[in-house]
């Protein structure tokens, strides 16, 4: 089993809908989840990140947390054409290694 | 300008030659990283470092090196050792007690 899962898509969404992305992870002591979004040929860049179970809201993304399902969701209201990406989720083992899955590519259709 | 700094943005290897790539950060952050990614794949690791002369292997580090001499340097050697070296390299930088990671604009190597 990996221990960060996710779809690889592509996920296709019209403009102006929800896009939801969702990412389950096998360590139970997992504390830290985060987001990123990857256009085609750059770096990944930080979207979300959320610690507690729960949901969390920055402007159009949400991020959403179970802890005892052992998955993490992203969010993506109003999708808008310049949101088509891959998105990465990562967890964090330990203290400070990173564990990646292999992203979800979203495409959001004009 | 604050930031990650990676160079050079595309570099090729001849077989049997290693090669070096640059990262550098101003951010004053004591954990930095080094990931392969290969087309469609997510981020590997292959080597990080905590502190200053002290750096663990990932998941990855056969064929490659590291040395971590100053909190602001962190180069990468790949090696003639590594036999299927093209990929996007990507350097991170990490602080905090959340650490959270940033990522430098990556190098692209290929072989010729």
């Known amino acids: 089993q990996k221990e960060v899962e996710q779809n690889s898509g592509p996920l296709s969404v019209p403009e102006g809908a929800i896009a939801s992305l969702n990412c389950t992870y096998s360590d139970r002591g997992s504390q830290s989840f985060f987001w990123y979004r990857q256009y085609s040929g750059k770096s990944p860049e930080l979207i979300m990140f959320?610690?507690?179970?729960g949901d969390k809201e920055d402007g159009r993304f949400t991020a959403q947390l179970n802890k005892a399902s052992q998955y993490v969701s992203l969010l993506i209201r109003d999708s808008q054409p310049s949101d088509s990406a891959t998105y990465l989720c990562?967890?964090?083992?330990?203290?400070?290694?990173?564990?990646f899955g292999t992203g979800t590519r979203l495409k959001v259709l004009a | 300008d604050g930031g990650i700094t990676q160079s050079p943005k595309y570099l090729f290897r001849k077989e049997g030659q290693n090669v070096t790539l640059s990262c550098e950060q101003n951010l004053n952050h004591d954990a930095m990283y080094w990931y392969r990614q290969d087309p469609g794949q997510g981020l590997r690791l292959i080597y990080y470092s905590q502190i200053v002369n002290d750096f663990q292997k990932g998941d990855i580090a056969e064929g490659y090196s590291v040395s971590r001499e100053k909190k602001e340097s962190f180069p990468l050697t790949v090696t003639s050792a590594q036999k299927n070296p093209t990929a996007f390299y990507l350097c991170a930088t990490a602080q905090g007690a959340k650490n959270i990671q940033y990522f430098g604009a990556g190098t692209r190597l290929s072989v010729l």
């Open positions: 959320i610690y507690s179970n």
């Open positions: 990562a967890v964090i083992l330990g203290t400070y290694k990173y564990i």
